[in-house]
């Protein structure tokens, strides 16, 4: 007889989920869904809101990545004013951008990851938590925390609060940067980075007792999209977009924010709250690609910090292309958080940071705009349209997590089908298909800020499981 | 070492649960930062563990969607002997005592929790009268156990109790 097994809720995410796993006579499971059952209203609600209102508007989407909102905000904003920002504004995004990063990124590591890396998939799962790691290696665990407060200051001492700052502004930042703060956030590198290091070991010591998850966990041929610099390098804020294939191909390079909506398109399931981006040349659901820390790495031949570069050499070596298995996420987010700490050792180093002129002025000058930034789980995209006393006619936001859907939701069946007996149900074996989608840390609080007639399939089932009736509502 | 280290807690968008911020400042502009240390956030986070590691008192000041309106209570806190089932990244008091002991070795001398009981939760940035009301009753309990926890009445660090009776309280 056939079963459904639900798991719900989806633990140690951010955000509400559920996932379904369908399975045949013979116990196999068949399908696999990853249902995000919370919806929001962003894009809808800002209607008729001044545009330079946004960014701060955006950022309440999130509680942990606002910066990358506030950041893609901005500069869809900057694109209806047509300005460019002082550099010692874009340097100090820089900043801000990457402290988000490393803070966002320990949280996934640390808290949300590091029980089922550093205790075992299998073990208790009252053990499973951050209290757990911390009995195991307790100076992992006060790595950890260090790692979360570092970037967390940094976001206060620069932004006024580490949760929704308002100093990303349409044309620049509010204030420029002081030398007391400077120096404050330079006296926490040190330590930071020893923190990091420290955590890199822990992972490597731990990491080959998981060959059987990198090879099931979401590993399969996929594109890769990101952020690029015009001279290469790991970028988060700036740059243009490139596309690559499996095989690590380029298939789209410089490509604007503005082009994104010619490039990829959006489809809708009944059974989630999240889209599914695709690459329109090849289609739904051909056109699949990964965003985040694997497909950043993926993209570039060095990092341009040198302890980050040493590891991406050794993330290089697991395999012949891009590294297609999502289990490497993990070590992909440790080797940014390196990146991260150098550079904004060396942007604080660099003398015009303290350059007091950190803001454009300008009206509106374009109707239309749009913004990326990289967040800590991947590509973002804002595009604006206005009327001409700027006041928001409409939006789409293209999130990070809902660029991983379709990946996310290939990745459970791959794992499941691997581990799962639907005859003989384990812990062990469900807590790994959690684990798959705890690689891609996704951010369901930021993928389900879509409003409006949203698919849903409504079934009707006796207590025996035998379908009924049913209403459909389509996209 | 911080001498007193306070902890608010709350969202300022979502009416009395914005007691934390708004106490936060009150205590900031009363004390000097040589006698108080005051972090306001959302939510009790992990992080915090490391400034209450080092700190001889702290307190916790949050809104209690559970007590009625207006209500001040005080708590002694302890590390929690339970942890809750599901931890992430936000924490209960307790639980945030306990991980500061087991990351770093070290809880404070003295540990307290203050709530009000709050009346409206919808989103708004404005307080309900009777929390607004309950202030000056929370500033005056955070300034007796900063000024002089060995003088105090509730100076058991440890126990559950409500150690001052409520009524006391609300008219302090």
């Known amino acids: 007889m056939s079963r459904t097994i639900v798991i719900d809720p989806v633990t140690r995410l951010e955000g509400h989920a559920k996932i379904t796993l369908k399975t045949n006579g013979a116990g196999g499971v068949e399908e696999a869904y990853f249902h995000v059952t919370q919806v929001r209203g962003f894009e809808k609600f800002c209607e008729g809101r001044p545009f330079y209102e946004m960014p701060s508007l955006m950022a309440r989407i999130c509680g942990i990545c606002p910066v990358s909102h506030l950041i893609a905000s901005a500069k869809a904003c900057e694109a209806i004013l047509a300005v460019e920002i002082p550099p010692a504004a874009a340097k100090l995004r820089q900043l801000l951008n990457l402290a988000q990063m490393i803070q966002s990124h320990a949280l996934s590591f640390f808290y949300l990851?590091?029980?089922?890396?550093?205790?075992?998939?299998?073990?208790?799962?009252?053990?499973?938590?951050?209290?757990?790691?911390?009995?195991?290696?307790?100076?992992?665990?006060?790595?950890?925390?260090?790692?979360?407060?570092?970037?967390?200051?940094?976001?206060?001492?620069?932004?006024?609060?580490?949760?929704?700052?308002?100093?990303?502004?349409?044309?620049?930042?509010?204030?420029?940067?002081?030398?007391?703060?400077?120096?404050?956030?330079?006296?926490?590198?040190?330590?930071?980075?020893?923190?990091?290091?420290?955590?890199?070991?822990?992972?490597?010591?731990?990491?080959?007792?998981?060959?059987?998850?990198?090879?099931?966990?979401?590993?399969?041929?996929?594109?890769?999209?990101?952020?690029?610099?015009?001279?290469?390098?790991?970028?988060?804020?700036?740059?243009?977009?490139?596309?690559?294939?499996?095989?690590?191909?380029?298939?789209?390079?410089?490509?604007?924010?503005?082009?994104?909506?010619?490039?990829?398109?959006?489809?809708?399931?009944?059974?989630?709250?999240?889209?599914?981006?695709?690459?329109?040349?090849?289609?739904?659901?051909?056109?699949?690609?990964?965003?985040?820390?694997?497909?950043?790495?993926?993209?570039?031949?060095?990092?341009?910090?040198?302890?980050?570069?040493?590891?991406?050499?050794?993330?290089?070596?697991?395999?012949?292309?891009?590294?297609?298995?999502?289990?490497?996420?993990?070590?992909?987010?440790?080797?940014?958080?390196?990146?991260?700490?150098?550079?904004?050792?060396?942007?604080?180093?660099?003398?015009?940071?303290?350059?007091?002129?950190?803001?454009?002025?300008?009206?509106?000058?374009?109707?239309?705009?749009?913004?990326?930034?990289?967040?800590?789980?991947?590509?973002?995209?804002?595009?604006?349209?206005?009327?001409?006393?700027?006041?928001?006619?409409?939006?789409?936001?293209?999130?990070?997590?809902?660029?991983?859907?379709?990946?996310?939701?290939?990745?459970?069946?791959?794992?499941?089908?691997?581990?799962?007996?639907?005859?003989?149900?384990?812990?062990?074996?469900?807590?790994?298909?959690?684990?798959?989608?705890?690689?891609?840390?996704?951010?369901?609080?930021?993928?389900?800020?879509?409003?409006?007639?949203?698919?849903?399939?409504?079934?009707?089932?006796?207590?025996?499981?035998?379908?009924?009736?049913?209403?459909?509502?389509?996209? | 070492m911080t001498p007193a280290l306070i902890l608010a807690c709350g969202n300022p968008l979502r009416g009395d649960d914005g007691l934390g911020g708004w106490m936060a400042a009150q205590v900031q502009e009363k004390f000097t930062r040589s006698q108080v240390e005051v972090v306001a956030s959302q939510q009790f986070t992990p992080e915090l563990a490391e400034p209450i590691s080092t700190a001889d008192t702290v307190i916790f000041l949050d809104c209690s969607a559970k007590e009625e309106p207006g209500k001040v209570s005080l708590q002694a806190m302890a590390p929690a002997e339970k942890l809750p089932r599901l931890i992430s990244h936000h924490m209960h008091p307790a639980t945030l005592l306990r991980l500061s002991q087991e990351l770093y070795g070290r809880i404070p001398r003295h540990a307290y929790l203050i709530t009000v009981g709050g009346k409206s939760f919808k989103m708004g940035s404005q307080l309900s009268d009777a929390v607004r009301d309950a202030g000056p009753a929370v500033l005056t309990l955070v300034d007796e156990i900063v000024q002089g926890a060995n003088t105090l009445r509730w100076n058991l660090p440890g126990s559950e109790q409500l150690l001052v009776d409520e009524s006391e309280l609300t008219t302090v």
């Open chain 1, 113 to 475: 990851s590091s029980p089922d890396l550093l205790l075992g998939m299998d073990a208790d799962k009252a053990d499973r938590h951050i209290f757990g790691v911390v009995k195991a290696m307790p100076e992992v665990g006060r790595a950890g925390v260090q790692l979360r407060r570092f970037g967390q200051r940094i976001i206060e001492i620069l932004a006024g609060k580490r949760i929704h700052p308002g100093w990303v502004v349409p044309g620049g930042v509010t204030e420029p940067l002081t030398v007391a703060k400077r120096d404050e956030i330079l006296a926490m590198v040190p330590e930071s980075c020893a923190s990091i290091l420290l955590a890199l070991d822990a992972y490597k010591l731990v990491t080959d007792k998981f060959q059987e998850e990198a090879a099931v966990f979401a590993n399969f041929p996929s594109m890769f999209l990101g952020l690029m610099p015009p001279d290469g390098g790991l970028e988060f804020t700036d740059g243009t977009l490139r596309l690559i294939d499996a095989t690590g191909n380029i298939v789209l390079d410089g490509m604007e924010a503005s082009s994104f909506d010619e490039e990829f398109g959006e489809a809708v399931e009944p059974f989630t709250f999240m889209k599914f981006p695709y690459y329109r040349k090849m289609g739904y659901p051909d056109g699949c690609y990964r965003v985040g820390p694997l497909a950043r790495l993926n993209l570039v031949d060095y990092t341009g910090t040198p302890r980050a570069d040493v590891e991406l050499r050794e993330f290089k070596a697991l395999a012949e292309g891009p590294v297609l298995g999502s289990f490497y996420y993990h070590y992909a987010r440790l080797i940014e958080i390196v990146h991260g700490i150098e550079t904004i050792e060396r942007i604080l180093a660099e003398p015009d940071i303290l350059d007091a002129h950190v803001r454009a002025t300008a009206g509106v000058n374009r109707l239309e705009g749009s913004g990326v930034a990289e967040a800590p789980r991947g590509t973002l995209m804002h595009h604006y349209k206005v009327d001409e006393n700027g006041q928001m006619l409409w939006a789409n936001l293209v999130i990070a997590t809902g660029q991983n859907n379709m990946a996310m939701n290939r990745g459970i069946l791959q794992a499941a089908q691997h581990y799962v007996d639907g005859n003989r149900l384990t812990d062990g074996m469900l807590n790994r298909v959690e684990a798959v989608i705890r690689t891609f840390d996704p951010c369901l609080s930021c993928s389900t800020h879509a409003f409006g007639e949203m698919p849903m399939v409504v079934e009707l089932v006796d207590p025996d499981g035998k379908h009924l009736d049913e209403r459909r509502r389509d996209a």
